[in-house]
């Protein structure tokens, strides 16, 4: 992304700031959208990876539809022109006002976690006279293998219906008349780069599937949710393997005639499409440890903090294409200048030498990036740039 680039375009503008490279996010949507074609598999891409304006923009274009999670993501997604017949709505916690909102904007599907929500569901569609096309998700006890923080899909998670629950579900359905049961839902974590997951993801879909037909309803949707991985160490890699992942499910889920299948990704689709830009403020040498203080800190990126997620870490002032200062490479703790500990990029990297005003990229940091990012200590708000305006 950066090696064939000049950084010295990074010079004049104001640090920190995200910088999206559109062009490779346009490319990644594509080989993304081609590798479903084949399988006329349905995408939906998860807003909470990325709500930014301009990135929905380009994944609606493609003709993905809209994952949300909030009332303000259903807002988002509709208020860039996604078609609200796209637009699905999860989340363990929706508030009726949020209920309300997305009922009036005839949304395709709201993604059910409990039976309680599905009686409120009933009830508020009931009063507003809809019908709310639900799909329920499922608890399918599936290990993700992923960042215990980030697995959603196992028994102790709070996150879907567990099978233990279903049956009573299954009668709840039956008696809500305002509820039309179009599909089962399942989202078993993020991160997740061992496609072997997959397959036992998919053994469960069947399972559930034949357990709700046996009951006598018509699935017409099995939403297998996201988790698709990035390679951190490797960002120039940078396009994830959309053909293995999709091959997975077709050769694994049991779909039948007039089935459709529906998939919600999120930071496959823009995590290596941006960095964090960011200036060192200052070097610290000490007895034990070198520090390179950023201007960028954990208000800005909280993955490294929050999780201890690897992020590649490059001085872009010593790249080939700008003039080095020295070859010597030193180990560094790559830190903010949040007042926190954790507050930490990096711990013991090695960097060349660094200096003062050096320019430091984070890298994929497109997903769960900015839209994480907090107001603690008061930091002004992080910008973004466009690879198309520099
Ligand atoms: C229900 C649901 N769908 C989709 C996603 C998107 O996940 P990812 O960004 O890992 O593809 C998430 C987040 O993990 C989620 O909770
Ligand atoms: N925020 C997490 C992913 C959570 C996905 C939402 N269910 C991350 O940065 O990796």
């Known amino acids: 992304m950066f090696a064939d680039k000049d950084i010295s375009k990074f010079n004049n503008i104001e640090t920190p700031f995200y910088y999206y490279d559109t062009d490779l996010l346009q490319e990644t949507l594509q080989t993304c959208a081609a590798a479903a074609a084949p399988y006329k598999f349905h995408i939906h891409y998860a807003l909470k990876a990325n709500f930014n304006a301009v990135l929905l923009n380009q994944i609606k274009e493609i003709g993905f539809g809209a994952d949300c999670v909030s009332a303000g993501e259903v807002r988002r997604a509709v208020e860039v022109g996604f078609d609200n017949k796209k637009i699905v709505f999860a989340g363990v916690g929706k508030s009726d006002k949020e209920i309300n909102e997305a009922l009036d904007l005839d949304i395709f599907c709201f993604n059910v976690e409990s039976i309680q929500e599905l009686a409120v569901l009933n009830e508020l569609a009931g009063k507003k006279g809809k019908i709310a096309q639900v799909a329920i998700r499922i608890n399918p006890n599936v290990d993700a293998h992923t960042h215990h923080n980030i697995t959603t899909g196992l028994d102790e998670n709070k996150f879907g219906i567990n099978s233990w629950d279903l049956t009573e579900c299954a009668e709840t359905l039956k008696a809500s008349p305002n509820l039309k049961f179009i599909g089962i839902h399942f989202h078993i974590g993020s991160q997740i780069t061992n496609l072997d997951v997959y397959k036992n993801l998919c053994v469960r879909v069947n399972e559930f599937a034949a357990w709700f037909e046996d009951k006598g309803f018509n699935l017409k949707v099995l939403n297998v949710g996201g988790g698709l991985g990035i390679d951190y160490y490797h960002p120039d890699h940078q396009i994830p393997d959309f053909e293995s992942y999709f091959k997975i499910f077709n050769e694994f889920l049991t779909v039948k005639p007039g089935q459709e299948v529906h998939f919600e990704l999120g930071r496959a689709l823009v995590g290596q499409s941006a960095s964090l830009i960011t200036r060192v403020l200052y070097i610290k040498n000490g007895k034990k440890k070198n520090f390179v203080v950023l201007d960028a800190g954990m208000t800005e990126l909280m993955r490294p903090a929050l999780y201890q997620a690897y992020h590649k870490i ?49 890298r994929s940091a497109g997903a769960y990036g900015e839209v994480m990012a907090s107001k603690y200590n008061l930091r002004d708000a992080i910008k973004s740039v466009y690879s198309y305006e520099i």
């Open 314 to 362: 490059e001085n872009l002032s010593k790249t080939p294409n700008s003039e080095p200062k020295t070859s010597n490479l030193v180990k560094y703790d790559i830190v903010g200048p949040i007042c926190e500990s954790t507050d930490c990029f990096g711990k013991e990297v090695e960097q060349p030498e660094s200096f003062r005003g050096d320019i430091f990229a984070i």
